[in-house]
């Protein structure tokens, strides 16, 4: 890490030298003028004249051509200096000058003739200031590396896309932030029955996140060991409860549905625990998968019951968080008959092609997770 001197005057170089090296700073680097300044860090057209790794600049105030405030906005406007501190060190006791010296970025200034205990606190002052910036940095940095971790884990366990002789699944999913409270999974039972999970866990980012990776860890072996759908909901609500803690005045809970469709039978069996109902088209005809139950963990004990549905030919299914109707329209209530107009002329759209039909496209911040599962028969 280096230290650079920027003054047009080589004495007053040397004096901030000698000044520095008494007090052990070995790597110090010399420029007389801006422009000598740019080359150096690469600044402009032209590549660094040396591998700077640059730790402080100071910095004359008055220099021909480009003066020292110009020459600090154009360094910190540049990314990989942003954080540089600048110290001026001046004969110029203006104070204005000097407030617009700070306004351009500088951090600290010094007056000469230099005082060296005060040019050497000052210098002390600003080095322990970046390495504070660098601390955050790295932290960050690393919090942006586990998060992208994360993330890619949480993908991992989202179910892919199912198109085989009796069904076609897709989802779309869109998260709110870098994790998602968000989740769904389907397997294929046996050969005539498929099993579709959607659950929307209640907030969203790291702790919902956390919570919604300990469900999904469980959820495959409950719902294999489990053939009644109402008792998958009970056994899921159990874990829920084991993460209620006394002291808490938060609990975490879910909102599900989970459906099993036959395609021999011609049958869906759901239970929608407080989650947006569902909408089918059974050959051709609207159904809404409607809540019958309570959300999953707000309670010690559910009562759950399912609902059973029936078609002839064909069926498809949407299934979606409360994270699209929120985007359709800012928060306001959707009613069912829009979605099942919507759906209805577009339901033929691949699941991301759908919610982006959807969606408004005046760039809102999208303030939950969204998702959306589609499920056609053939």
Not at 91 to 112: I, T
Not at 354 to 378: E, G, M, R, W, Y
Request: proline fraction near 3%; hydrophobic fraction near 40%.
């Amino acid at each position: 890490m280096s230290i650079i001197i920027v003054d047009d005057n080589t004495t007053n170089q040397l004096i901030v030298q000698t000044i520095l090296n008494k007090a052990g700073y070995r790597n110090l680097l010399t420029a007389s003028s801006a422009v000598e300044l740019y080359d150096m860090l690469g600044i402009g057209d032209s590549a660094p004249s040396s591998d700077t790794d640059v730790e402080l600049i100071l910095m004359d105030l008055m220099m021909p051509d480009i003066d020292g405030i110009e020459a600090c906005k154009t360094v910190l406007q540049d990314q990989r200096y942003k954080d540089i501190p600048v110290i001026f060190v001046t004969a110029v006791g203006d104070s204005n000058k000097m407030a617009e010296a700070l306004d351009a970025g500088a951090s600290d200034y010094v007056m000469k003739p230099i005082n060296r205990m005060e040019l050497l606190a000052r210098i002390r002052s600003a080095l322990r200031l970046k390495q504070e910036i660098d601390r955050h940095k790295e932290r960050d940095e690393n919090m942006r590396y586990n998060l992208e971790l994360a993330k890619q884990v949480q993908l991992s366990v989202l179910s892919t896309a199912i198109d085989d002789e009796n069904i076609r699944i897709n989802a779309a999913y869109q998260p709110s932030s870098e994790l998602a409270g968000d989740f769904y999974n389907w397997y294929r039972i046996d050969k005539h029955r498929y099993g579709i999970i959607l659950l929307d866990m209640m907030g969203h980012g790291i702790s919902s996140s956390l919570v919604c990776m300990y469900i999904s860890s469980v959820l495959r072996d409950t719902i294999t060991r489990i053939s009644d759908m109402e008792q998958v909901m009970h056994e899921l609500n159990r874990y829920m409860n084991q993460l209620h803690m006394q002291d808490e005045l938060m609990n975490y809970y879910f909102t599900a549905i989970y459906l099993v469709l036959d395609v021999e039978e011609k049958t869906i069996e759901y239970v929608n625990a407080g989650h947006p109902p569902g909408i089918a088209f059974l050959d051709g005809k609207p159904a809404l998968l409607e809540p019958c139950c309570s959300a999953i963990g707000l309670f010690n004990k559910l009562k759950v019951s399912k609902g059973k549905l029936y078609y002839e030919q064909d069926a498809a299914i949407t299934l979606y968080t409360d994270g699209l109707t929120d985007g359709m329209a800012n928060g306001q209530e959707i009613s069912s008959l829009t979605l099942i107009d919507l759906m209805r002329n577009e339901q033929q759209l691949e699941p991301s092609d759908l919610v982006a039909s959807i969606l408004p496209t005046n760039n809102c911040i999208q303030k939950d997770d969204i998702c959306l599962v589609t499920l056609h028969t053939k």
